[in-house]
């Protein structure tokens, strides 16, 4: 399968599975406080067998490595970049202003300010600089939304979205139903 063989970015395959040997999807977080959080953005890439990697990479305790990852991520092969910060969430904004690729910021839930407080960092960037910001830790939907924007390239990932998709769909239809008996 080539199913993600894109833009040339070098693919070798497992034995009887389609798994390429580079990411495609970045998903960095601020701090390993961030990762329960962002499981359930890992497991949405598992569940759809899309590449990734997973690294920790925080605005304010680590900035070197803020700026060779976010610099670096596009000509290593990663597509699309999941980033998950909490509080001062300035990771997914810095990522974004220093790379081309679609950012998906995770405004992680905090025990002072629910969350809220991660939300504007994240959603209030300036107009040029866009992150795509899912719900207050909402991290399945950015799997999800990083899925959709590989799939744009990629009809059989395009059509395990609609199955996907189907598939809700009849469990909750099955609830209804359940429901009215
Ligand atoms: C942010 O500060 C991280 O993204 C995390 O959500 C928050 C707290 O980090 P820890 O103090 O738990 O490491 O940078």
């Avoid at 962002?38 to 490595?65: C, G, Q, W």
């Amino acid at each position: 399968s080539e199913l993600f063989a894109l833009e040339g970015i070098p693919v070798s395959l497992m034995p009887g599975g389609r798994l390429a040997s580079s990411p495609l999807v970045g998903v960095i977080m601020g701090s390993q406080s961030d990762l329960p959080t962002m499981n359930a953005a890992i497991d949405m890439l598992k569940k759809f067998k899309v590449p990734y990697e997973v690294d920790i990479v925080s605005a304010h305790r680590t900035p070197d490595k803020l700026m060779s990852y976010s610099r670096g991520a596009a000509d290593r092969g990663i597509r699309v970049i999941i980033a998950g910060a909490g509080g001062a969430a300035h990771l997914p904004g810095m990522v974004a202003a220093m790379t081309p690729l679609p950012v998906v910021g995770v405004p992680v839930k905090t025990s002072t300010l629910s969350g809220v407080d991660s939300l504007y960092s994240i959603v209030q960037m300036p107009r040029g600089v866009p992150v795509a910001t899912v719900a207050i830790g909402n991290a399945m939907n950015a799997g999800l939304l990083a899925i959709r924007i590989l799939s744009t390239h990629k009809a059989e990932l395009r059509q395990e979205m609609k199955d996907y998709q189907d598939e809700m769909s009849e469990m909750v239809e099955g609830m209804s139903s359940k429901l009215l008996d």
